[in-house]
């Protein structure tokens, strides 16, 4: 079956950066496309990026441009956001989710979640 | 970007009644290949989303005949004929038709 996979909460000071990763499993890691959305406290969610892990281009939301960086590995199946430059209100939920398609956009599963602290 | 207004944002619920909740969209979503990608999400507490329904109306594999997805254009509704004890939660639309995908601020439905 379909999994993803994410690494365990964060706690970043102000100015740091954080990696969470996402690890797919049950399907073609290639075939698939992957975004980050997050969703702070008591907020709704933002999209915040998504990549391509078959050649690994990327597409960002204008927000996060300069700030975020995805990645990935095929031979692990994984794929990466890097976010810099903390602020306290980056203090969110961060899930990868899957695409088929990608533009138009068709997530179906989604990440545990990841919870990111900022916090001096 | 296109503008998701979901309501209402609170929804208590009678066990066995039936609920709906509305997603407004600021530009039509009618995507060039003529589909709309409008799909509605459920999140329990504790867990991450899961997909309900795709392309308006396409109900997931292993989504209970409970809930259904309609609209066009700019108006979408999800409907849940009678509501469980399971369907507790917080519901959100996604529109993913155009650059960047954005979603409805969510609806927390409750049981009265």
């Known amino acids: 079956q379909v999994q993803l996979v994410q690494s365990g909460a964060e706690v970043k000071k102000p100015g740091a950066s954080v990696k969470v990763s996402c690890t797919a499993s049950?399907?073609?890691?290639?075939?698939?496309?992957m975004h980050w959305v997050r969703q702070a406290p008591g907020q709704g969610l933002e999209w915040m990026g998504i990549i391509n892990p078959s050649g690994g281009d990327t597409s960002y939301a204008q927000k996060f441009q300069g700030r975020v960086t995805m990645t990935r590995d095929t031979s692990t199946s994984t794929v990466y956001m890097d976010l810099s430059s903390l602020r306290s209100d980056d203090t969110a939920v961060y899930y990868c989710?899957?695409?088929?398609?990608?533009?138009?956009?068709?997530?179906?599963?989604w990440g545990q979640g990841t919870l990111v602290t900022v916090s001096s | 970007d296109v503008v998701m207004t979901q309501s209402p944002l609170s929804l208590p619920v009678t066990l066995g009644q039936p609920a709906s909740i509305s997603c407004r969209s600021s530009?039509?979503?009618?995507?060039?290949?003529?589909?709309?990608?409008l799909s509605w999400f459920q999140q329990r507490p504790g867990q991450s989303p899961r997909r309900l329904v795709y392309k308006v109306s396409n109900r997931d594999s292993g989504v209970p005949d409970r809930f259904s997805g309609s609209g066009s254009g700019t108006d979408f509704t999800l409907k849940i004929s009678r509501v469980e004890a399971e369907d507790v939660g917080f519901y959100f639309c996604m529109q993913g038709s155009r650059w960047p995908p954005t979603f409805g601020q969510g609806t927390r439905v409750e049981i009265k």
């Open positions: 530009q039509s979503l009618v995507y060039s290949d003529e589909n709309t990608y």
């Open positions: 989710t899957r695409d088929p398609v990608a533009g138009p956009y068709l997530v179906d599963y």
């Open positions: 049950g399907y073609t890691f290639t075939s698939y496309f």
